[in-house]
């Protein structure tokens, strides 16, 4: 039973503009939802998060809107950057234990 | 300041062996979790770490234990490999003394089964 997931296996984005990229769960337990970030070879590097009890957080230009009436999370990258041309996670935390989605590959053109 | 650091980088196994998998926590964690990620697919949580007992489990097989020293570093063995347990192993350490903690990932081993 996968928790959380990410429909989207890859995204293109011309530089400048705004990547969205989305994430839904299904159980109403999780506490706390995070996004990270992964180059080939490299592990996953955490961006940014938000607890159950907020609906948005801003960390410069990444932004995290959580919906929960509608368990959905969603990544806003503005402006995007060729630099951000990489695989982004979604995860969500049920006491201590992490549940990931497949992942949506970002791509941002010059 | 050293993060997480996982050894080895690469293995290759037959089926039936064992395997050993080590991780070194991010300097001021506590907590360390493993996750195996198969191909095009997310990390996949096998189990967490704390005080050196097993906190959470995932839905993995008996074969898959671990354990963790006082020093808060930690192994990964899997026993009787299959060859579907071929893919990238994550390490991913925690503070317990955060008060919401993000949970920062090594490199991984790419564990290979023929």
């Known amino acids: 039973d996968q928790q959380v997931k990410q429909n989207s296996p890859s995204l293109s984005v011309q530089e400048g503009r705004i990547s969205i990229l989305n994430c839904d769960y299904t159980n109403s337990m999780f506490d706390y939802f995070l996004w990270y970030k992964k180059y080939p070879a490299e592990g996953p590097t955490f961006l940014i998060s938000?607890?159950?009890?907020?609906d948005k957080n801003e960390d410069g230009r990444f932004t995290v809107f959580l919906n929960k009436s509608a368990k959905h999370l969603s990544l806003h990258i503005v402006p995007s950057q060729p630099g951000d041309s990489a695989v982004y996670f979604c995860a969500a935390s049920d006491f201590n234990k992490f549940y990931f989605g497949s992942g949506t590959k970002l791509n941002v053109k010059p | 300041d050293a993060g997480v650091t996982q050894s080895p980088t690469h293995l290759i196994k037959t089926r039936g062996q064992q395997v050993t998998l080590r991780c070194s926590p991010k300097?001021?964690?506590?907590?360390v979790s493993w996750y195996q990620q198969a191909l095009g697919q997310g990390p996949q949580f096998i189990f967490q770490?704390?005080?050196?007992?097993?906190?959470q489990r995932g839905n993995f097989p008996d074969r898959f234990s671990g354990h963790q020293f006082p020093n808060y570093s930690s192994e990964l063995n899997v026993n009787a490999l299959l060859l579907g347990d071929s893919a990238l192993y994550l390490c991913?350490?925690?503070?317990?003394?955060?008060?919401?903690?993000?949970?920062?990932f090594g490199d991984g081993t790419r564990l290979s089964i023929l």
């Open positions: 770490y704390y005080e050196e007992e097993e906190r």
């Open positions: 991913a350490s925690s503070s317990t003394r955060a008060a919401a903690p993000p949970q920062h």
């Open positions: 300097s001021g964690h506590d907590t």
């Open positions: 938000i607890s159950s009890i907020k």
